[in-house]
């Protein structure tokens, strides 16, 4: 739910403490101190965030020190990986630490599991933490035995074929393990929103945890919510997904709305009215997404010529790497791009907050069903 450790499997985030130390309103910058053992001298520390726009900073470790100082705007997020455990295991676990105002958080570093740092400081880290502890080793436990079963390699092969009944067992298994971890995520989160409204960590874990939750459920608990902590880039993603949700439910009409095509020309979804449209959510950067064009492709040949348009409708941070991505995949059908820092239209009106996600909307421009399987969309099509 939080931050992937592979491509599908979760890490947790570990860590304790509070006792946070508040700067001056005027500084407007938080900063994290880190102490590491004096054994891992010349290693990097490494921060990042992906919200609400994209950050890259390293720190070098120096008589087993380190720090890291960024503007502070509103409530935030950064994640913390060590170099050290990814250059030794090929792989990395994620620190995640939340803070609500310009302060000093302290990382005690444990740089075998950057996940198991200790963390002071943060007022949201320990609520955060908390419900991580409580849910997320039994998604880490789904993926394992995954994993023992199937094979890493075979597990994350986006390119696997989706016909075998290896692959069909795989995904039931996944479906099933999900369906409970889904359910305990629901059950803790109520009692961490009802039990923490005024926190900037109830926000975050809303914001993560919403598409699993009926949309009713959802929209309590965001009502417990206190304005205050929702006023900031999370807090407004998870408004922002509640309220396309109820904008993209199925039998609804879809809005009408205008994005730019690979040209820079806008584009109007309503050109397309008369047609089924399958619009397809996707970026250059999602590996899933390339994996999916197969199938597309064969659904596109079939039904184009009797009146069946998709719509790429991609969310990026680049419009270069788009449009290169583009050149190499030369899809046949129609492009546009929502650009990371818009999201008005894959956030706002469809509440996307996974990748890839189809929604397939009627020659009325009535909304007829979301993330449908192929033989679902062939059965439909084949009315044309």
Known sequence: MFKPLYTLALVLVAGSGLNATAQSPAAKKVVFKGKADAKYNG?????????????????????????????FTEAGEYAFYSGYEKRTTGDYSVLIIPFEQASEMSIKADMLRFDRSEVKGSKSFFIYDAFAKATEPVYEKLMTDLIAKYGKDYLYNSKRDTTEQKHKDMIAEYSKGKTAYNALVKKNLISTVNANPNSFASVLIMQGAAESLDLPTAEELTKKLSPAVLDNYFGRNLLG???????????????????????????????????????DFWGSW???????????????????????EILGLATENSKTAWLKDL??????????IDEQENKSVSLKQFAISKYPTTVLVDPAGKIVGRDLNIKALEAILDKL
């Open 43 to 71: 290693e990097y520390v490494y921060l990042f965030a992906n919200q609400p726009k994209m950050i890259r900073d390293s720190a070098k470790i120096t008589n087993g020190a380190f720090a890291f100082t960024q503007p």
């Open 241 to 279: 997904q509640i309220n396309g949700r109820k904008k993209s439910a199925v039998g609804n009409f879809i809005e009408d709305f205008t994005l730019n095509d690979p040209k820079d020309q806008p584009f109007k979804f309503s050109s397309l009215k008369g047609k089924y449209v399958l619009i």
């Open 286 to 308: 999602c590996g899933p997404c390339h994996a999916a064009f197969k199938e597309l492709r064969k659904l596109y040949a079939a039904y184009h010529d009797k009146g069946f």
């Open 327 to 336: 050149e190499k995949e030369k899809l046949p059908w129609l492009q546009v």
